[in-house]
């Protein structure tokens, strides 16, 4: 069965500052791997996704995410935080893309500090 | 730009009452799914539906829980008799096929009294 962990529920940096996002992934088939943002009160939108393609995935708003097989990890990051950014982020993985469930982490909050 | 959208966007009924969440998919997509965010807690899989029927479903998915296409373009989660645990977010998805992403509607937040 898949699982998602992610390390840190909540993470706290300073406005300009690296944002690093950790997600650990567990599934016995190559997975197809998801970072989504939930702003308050609002739906979850994709930031990006990894298909199998390019192991440095690149998404909306500077957030990039870099598969490691060796690691089992898709961590997210963005080189300069905006207060923008406030928002809890979901990492998930599913086994096929788009046609099945996907298995969420337990979501991380980030904060931005001014 | 093609959304997902859900109604009511918050919900409070009485313990015991019946519940229909209403959401519309994006329109000619085929794979539909309900998740649910209880407060604090991460986003879990209820139910996925294509093709008319449901395809799989998670242990919270118990016969509490119905899903319906009534009409082609509404996509509905019934919850029979509403429990004080079933109070969360509950969001819909829609896939348009098996390489597409799923597209997130803003949720209807349910409290159950």
């Known amino acids: 069965a898949q699982s998602v962990t992610q390390l840190g529920s909540h993470v706290s940096v300073s406005e300009g500052a690296l944002v690093l996002l950790r997600c650990n992934y567990s599934?016995?088939?190559?997975?197809?791997l998801f970072w989504y943002v939930q702003y308050p009160n609002q739906g979850l939108q994709l930031l990006l996704k990894?298909?199998?393609?390019?192991?440095l995935v690149k998404g909306i708003n500077g957030f990039e995410a870099e598969f490691k097989k060796s690691e089992t990890s898709f961590h997210l990051t963005k080189p300069s935080a905006h207060m923008s950014d406030a928002a809890e982020y979901f990492c998930?993985?599913?086994?096929?893309?788009?046609?099945?469930?996907?298995?969420f982490g337990q979501g991380t909050r980030l904060t931005i500090n001014p | 730009e093609p959304e997902v959208t859900q109604t009511p966007s918050h919900q409070v009924t009485q313990m015991g009452q019946e519940v229909i969440l209403r959401c519309v998919p994006i329109?000619?997509?085929?794979?539909f799914y309900w998740y649910r965010q209880i407060l604090g807690q991460k986003v879990e899989f209820l139910v996925s539906?294509?093709?008319?029927?449901?395809?799989?479903k998670s242990e919270i998915f118990d016969d509490q829980f119905s899903v319906e296409r009534p009409d082609g373009s509404n996509f509905t989660l019934k919850i029979r008799s509403t429990k004080l645990e079933d109070s969360a977010m509950y969001f819909c998805?829609?896939?348009?096929?098996?390489?597409?992403?799923?597209?997130f509607g803003p949720g209807t937040r349910l409290t159950v009294l």
């Open positions: 998930a993985v599913s086994l096929i893309q788009g046609a099945q469930k996907l298995v």
């Open positions: 599934s016995s088939v190559p997975p197809y």
């Open positions: 990894y298909t199998s393609a390019a192991t």
């Open positions: 329109s000619n997509h085929l794979y």
């Open positions: 539906f294509y093709n008319n029927e449901i395809s799989e």
């Open positions: 998805a829609s896939v348009g096929g098996a390489t597409d992403t799923q597209y």
